[in-house]
């Protein structure tokens, strides 16, 4: 059973950086996409940065510039480097695994940022 445990969320000043991981467990194949998405209060989840298998990477347009998305080699950990946050970034952070047709999520991790 694919499980998917998020870390690194906390309280930060505008301008300040963040560095979220996930962690994989119970991953069957090499094959896959990870992403990180967020969730803010009355809006829906969307998504921030995300890794292709191939190693290529996306990100939405709010966060370019600003975050970094990497992964390990064995494709099993997931990382956020999010610098120069602003309050609109505070949300959930969710991680998510697409292998073998199936989405797998984290529980998610807070990240508030003051302004």
């Known amino acids: 059973q694919v499980q998917l445990v998020e870390s690194g969320g906390g309280l930060v000043q505008a301008g300040g950086s963040l560095r979220l991981s996930c962690t994989a467990s119970?991953?069957?194949?090499?094959?896959?996409?990870m992403s990180w998405y967020r969730q803010a209060p009355g809006k829906q989840r969307e998504m921030v940065a995300v890794v292709y298998n191939g190693g290529d990477t996306d990100y939405a347009d709010s966060v370019k510039g600003r975050f970094t998305v990497s992964r390990n080699n064995a494709k099993t950990s997931l990382f956020l480097q999010m610098n120069n946050l602003k309050p609109e970034d505070t949300a959930v952070y969710y991680c998510?695994?697409?292998?073998?047709?199936?989405?797998?999520w984290g529980q998610g991790t807070q990240v508030t940022v003051s302004s």
């Open positions: 998510k695994l697409f292998e073998h047709g199936a989405n797998y």
């Open positions: 119970g991953t069957s194949s090499l094959i896959n996409v």
